[in-house]
């Protein structure tokens, strides 16, 4: 462990108005792991990865990208350093087709007399393949719009964008919802091949026994605060339920013997 | 035909259906004349030019309220500047005073996360101010000279019969399309009006998306101005009221929803032919012009409903 981790929180503080969201958290994530971000509903888990992926400014405190302290928050800018994200409540937009979403942000583009119009062909085609592969229905076109799809073609849409556009960090937040149990194991061994690619993984989930399959390590969240992070070989599967489950009072009073 | 009913512009294209339909059998030799087409026409150019800048900005889902303003502003300016600065000075100065205008109150909305309705409302109350400053009132003329140069016969004149006003507003509403439809500025401009978060999540900067459509607004706005003063070199202090609310009319007839990322530029050309039509079918009828504005409203109301009845038969989310 002397490598110097991809991405390091230090001490991170995140108020929306009042309510103090993020509490003191620091984590450090490395190339090639998969990590699984756990914890109850509302702990604090998207807005940590919505820091990551530059939503949110934090308040107060730290975030280190490759030792580089990072000063501006903007999805873009963290696209640029290679961080990709599967999020959990945006990321499509409804008025636009399959392609256009797809691509948003990164249309290619062909030249016609030094203009640049949005690639159609190369767009429909690839983005459509990707997507097959994530359970999006044949008779689905990639000229559809994204209002017209089931919760699992949406959520396809979104896994093949991260997988097309891979760089250095892949977030997926609750990427398995709304997905069939085929399209669901897909994903799962998507998210270990990134990992053995050297990718930094962030995996969130509610499936404790299946993030302590995938994952090397585990970070457990409650009300804002991260209260457990564990290499998987220490820690059962049912240990870590019992943390979630009586919100990290177990890991305390361990840590207080 | 399943395009058609696709599209955005369904509604506005029934609309003018109906309408001329109407005019033919209530006043048909008063309405099919040249005259009156050529009128209509011109006028409607005019009004499709502000109406499309218009549509951009309701596409992002703002509203820009000063649009009437900054069609004054641009045509004074283009007016009062042309003696010491000629024809194309005047031209380029005019266009640049529009989009700062533009910037500014872009900006404004994206930089303060404040209300487009209360940014341009200051707007237009502001450019209009400064017009009557500008003008201390007074009625100002183009020269002779100034009439008769080129650019100024190139943007107000006709030719074969037809008024300069409708090549223009063909030529640019045919590169808004390309821009919209076939460009990456244009798909991240839809995506900004389909959901602010889920584009800004993909890395599209969506403030400067906004900023640059409130500028090409104003910039359309402004070059309806002085197309108008081309045709006609004589300003008025109360050039272009109440233009904003005929703009946002044809706008939303011409399908461009408010709820944003939806809209089509042959519908809001259609929409500002219909509201164009009825201003002058009633003057043309004899009614008191008065009434006109409220025939608009009524046929904005039941514009609305059918593009939002259409919208929702479609499976949009409205
Ligand atoms: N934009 C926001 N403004 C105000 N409060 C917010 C915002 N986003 C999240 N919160 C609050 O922050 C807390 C943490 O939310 P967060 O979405 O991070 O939870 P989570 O751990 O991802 O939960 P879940 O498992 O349900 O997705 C919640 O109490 C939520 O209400
Ligand atoms: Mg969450």
Redesign the pocket.
Known sequence: MTQQPLIQVKNLDLY?GA?H?LKNVSVDFNAGELIGLV?D???????LIRVLCGIHAPTKGEVFFDGRKVEKFHPKLAIDQGIETIQ?SVGLCDNLSIARNFYLGREPVKRILGIPFLDFAKMREKSSRVIRQFGLRENVSADDEVERLSGGERQSVKIGRAVEFKNRVVIMD?PTNHLSVREREHVNELAVQLKEQGLLVIYIT?DIFQVHKLADRVVI?ENGEKVADASTDSMSAEALEDVIRQGGRVVEKQEAV | MKYLVRSQGFGATVGVIAMLAVFTVIDFSGWWTVQTLSNVTQFTAILALVALGQALVIMTKEIDLSVGSIYGLTGVAFITLEPSLGVPGSLIVALFIAAIAGFVQGTAVVKGELPSMIVTLGGLFAARGIIYVWTGGSVHNFSPDARTHALTRLLGGELFGIAAAIYWVGIISLLLSIMLWGTRFGNRLLATGGSRESAESRGVRTDRVKTAAFVLCSLLAGFAGILTLCNQPQTHVTLGENMELEAISAAVIGGCLLTGGRGSILGVILGALIVVSFRYELIALGAPSSWYITFVGAVLIVAVIFNQKLARFLGHSV
């Open positions: 929306f309510f969201a914890g509903n509302g702990a604090g888990k998207t807005t959990q609750e509610h969240m």
